[in-house]
Antibody, heavy 121, light 108 residues
């Protein structure tokens, strides 16, 4: 059974870089049938897509975050990562990694439990 | 950009009642690239419905999805205690994902 687990600091200072890892077990991140993504959720409830990593080709990012976001993978460790630079209090959120699936539509079918990141000095 | 609007914001219903949740797109969606998720407090969202009307693995058959034009509907035929949660719709278009603001289903 596929399992995703986020890890990283729970507290980041303003203007610094937020770095999170998503460890994947029970399946490979090198899969032509799936893609991998990061989604965050502000304290007010709204879910926001951050970006997506595909089997081939470049990653796609939310235009509102694109200048600050990098999503990459480490195949040897079977994990993928998120970097968000120049963070502010507005980046305080629960961050989720997820697997996406191409079926009759495109959606995220397996999610990690999420990790709360607070931006504060 | 496509904007998804969900209504109502909160739905207060009793056990056994029927819940009807709406997700409206700001423009016509290509195909049926619309999914529904359920989120309980302290948990990650869980995929319920994909392709507007297909139930995901382990989704009970009391959950159903439908579409009419730009209006998507999630129906819970008879509310069970475990169904009280927040429900989000999600669309995919041109490599971008958009989520609706969510509808909370509360116990009346």
């Amino acid at each position: 059974q596929l399992h995703l687990q986020e890890s990283g600091p729970g507290l980041v200072k303003p203007s610094e870089t937020l770095s999170l890892n998503c460890s994947v077990s029970g399946g490979s991140i090198v899969s032509g049938n799936h893609f991998w993504g990061w989604i965050r959720q502000s304290p007010g409830r709204q879910l926001e897509w951050i970006g997506t990593l595909y089997y081939t080709g470049p990653s796609n990012y939310n235009p509102s975050l694109k200048s600050r976001v990098t999503i990459s993978r480490d195949v040897s460790r079977n994990h993928f990562s998120l970097e968000l630079t120049s963070v502010t209090a507005a980046d305080t959120a629960a961050y989720y990694c997820a697997r996406g699936t191409y079926s009759d539509s495109v959606e995220f079918d397996v999610w990690g439990q999420g990790t709360l990141v607070t931006v504060s000095s | 950009d496509i904007v998804l609007t969900q209504s109502p914001d909160t739905l207060s219903l009793s056990l056994g009642e029927r819940a009807t949740l709406s997700c409206r797109a700001s423009q016509s969606l290509i195909g049926s690239y619309l999914a529904w998720y359920q989120q309980k407090p302290g948990q990650a969202p869980r995929l319920l419905i994909y392709a507007a009307s297909s139930r995901a693995t382990d989704t009970p058959d009391r959950f159903s999805g439908s579409v009419s034009g730009t209006d998507f509907t999630l129906t819970i035929s008879r509310l069970e205690p475990e169904d009280y949660a927040v429900y989000y719709c999600q669309h995919y278009f041109k490599s971008r994902f958009t989520f609706g603001p969510g509808t909370r289903v509360d116990i009346k």
